[in-house]
């Protein structure tokens, strides 16, 4: 007999705990298959190398990242959710109950599902990059999360990448620095036109065009970059202290396969205002289906969103009416 799940949380995550607390609390008992620690990236996404978060509500003082999603966890936890830290290595979502295949090859059976997996900054892969970021040695993926900490506050700051992204975090970082380098590998920006303009337009933005950074310079805090010239292959050094990495986000859905539809960018789609999938009864929230918000307050927004979705769809089923804490079915 192998147990089916009411509903099965796959991600761990601002979006993955605020789904866990309300479902929790409509006694759907939902199951959070975490992940698994990968290289920088530990179960909890993102927050997990974010040091200081100041802009998630109800923390007049800041929160660090960790703590940030110890305390969801907990909450989630309070009212029953159960968490297992596996990694989810296929689904099959053509039949029900769901199927999901970890990657200790346990299989688990879900009557509805959360994907909220999150996306993962790219990074240009430098050693000291990677260190530094971890550290809070004023590297970040994000300047909308980081540029208004005291770190990056009145210093000259650097940006890489072309595309819209890195318009966005050029822009968003100028409030702060005293001037902004945006580094960019070709001399022909990819961004769209208007946001382009708007960069190229700003007094403290300055392109450095056809520039590859080969090193993230500094111990404890980054003191600069060393740039190679794309046409020329000359190197110099450029004083900054700190540094966005712009250059694109990679959702985490490779574990989905064909088996829900996808945007062109590679993120769930979701119907508009809902975080219902193309097959019912899966549902996503977060980074993984959000290309263009992408902060902690939003991931959990639409955490709840996709519990309260998953809640009423399991009651149309017949699931949740009263408290439903253990179902066997046949295998
Ligand atoms: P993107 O459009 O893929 O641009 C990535 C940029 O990073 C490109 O300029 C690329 O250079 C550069 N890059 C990639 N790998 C690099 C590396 N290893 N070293 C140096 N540079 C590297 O990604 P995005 O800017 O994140 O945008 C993704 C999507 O979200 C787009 O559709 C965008 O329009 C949308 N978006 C919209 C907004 C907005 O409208 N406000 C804001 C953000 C994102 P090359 O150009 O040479 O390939």
């Known amino acids: 007999m192998t147990k089916t799940e009411n509903l ?7 979006a993955a705990w605020t789904a866990a607390l309300y479902a929790a609390r409509a006694e759907l008992n939902p199951l959070v298959l975490e992940g698994e620690p990968q290289g920088i990236m530990l179960p909890g996404g993102q927050l997990m190398i974010t040091t200081e978060v100041e802009n998630y509500p109800g923390f007049p003082d800041g929160v660090t990242g960790p703590e940030l999603m110890q305390k969801m966890k907990s909450q989630a936890e309070r009212f029953g959710t159960r968490a297992r830290m596996e990694m989810v290595d296929r689904v099959d979502f053509s039949g029900r109950p769901f199927t999901l295949v970890t990657r200790g090859g346990d299989e688990v059976r879900a009557r509805s599902v959360i994907v909220a997996t999150g996306a993962n900054a790219k990074w240009l892969g430098l050693p000291n990059e990677e260190r530094l970021a971890q550290s809070g040695g004023g590297v970040s993926a994000c300047a909308v999360c980081d540029a208004a900490l005291p770190i990056f506050r009145n210093r000259v700051l650097a940006v890489v990448g072309g595309g819209d992204s890195a318009m966005e975090e050029a822009i968003y970082a100028s409030k702060f620095a005293s001037k902004v380098y945006l580094i960019h590998r070709r001399n022909e920006l990819r961004a ?4 382009a303009e708007r960069a190229l ?7 450095l065009w056809n520039k590859a950074v080969k090193e993230v310079l500094g111990y404890d805090q980054i003191t ?8 020329t292959g000359e190197r110099s050094d450029l004083e900054v202290g700190g540094l966005f990495v712009a250059i694109g986000h990679t959702p985490n859905t490779q574990f989905l396969e064909d088996q ?3 945007t062109p960018h590679g993120y769930v789609k979701t119907r508009s205002w809902r975080t219902a999938t193309s097959v019912e009864g899966v549902f996503a929230a ?5 290309d263009y918000y992408r902060q902690a307050v939003t991931a959990a927004g639409t955490g709840c969103m996709a519990a309260l979705e998953a809640e009423r769809w399991l009651s149309h089923e017949g699931v949740g009416e009263s408290p439903v804490l253990e179902t066997a079915d046949a295998p």
């Open 286 to 290: 977060g980074d993984v289906m959000d």
């Open 224 to 231: 600069g970059l060393r740039l190679e010239d794309t046409v």
């Open 8 to 14: 099965v949380i796959i991600g761990s995550g601002p």
């Open 201 to 207: 337009a700003n007094p403290k933005i300055e392109v």
């Open 192 to 195: 769209s036109r208007i946001m």
């Open 260 to 262: 829900l539809e996808l």
